[in-house]
């Protein structure tokens, strides 16, 4: 997972974030959970890849309401 305090200029980088994400299963608006760094795993991947961090920004969302996890590529 990636500190915001280590990196607070990712989270400007990624207008998704401000972005809310609904729940699929019950329509409730997910809390934002937590950022992770996928490593790229095919060539189109390669070339989505942020300088700075050798992958892709990869956002995971909880559901407060049913408990439901959800993922999104940061954009």
Excluded: F, W
């Excluded at 989270?11 to 790229?40: F, Q, S, W």
């Excluded at 060539?43 to 559901?63: F, I, K, S, W, Y």
């Amino acid at each position: 997972m990636l500190s915001q305090s280590k990196h607070p200029e990712l989270r400007k980088e990624t207008p998704m974030a401000n972005l809310k994400l609904i729940c699929p299963k019950c329509g409730e608006e997910m809390n934002h959970h937590a950022d992770k760094v996928v490593y790229p795993a095919n060539p189109h991947e390669v070339r989505q890849t942020h300088a700075d961090l050798g992958g892709v920004l990869e956002e995971t969302h909880a559901c407060p309401g049913c408990g439901a996890v959800e993922s999104r590529r940061a954009e």
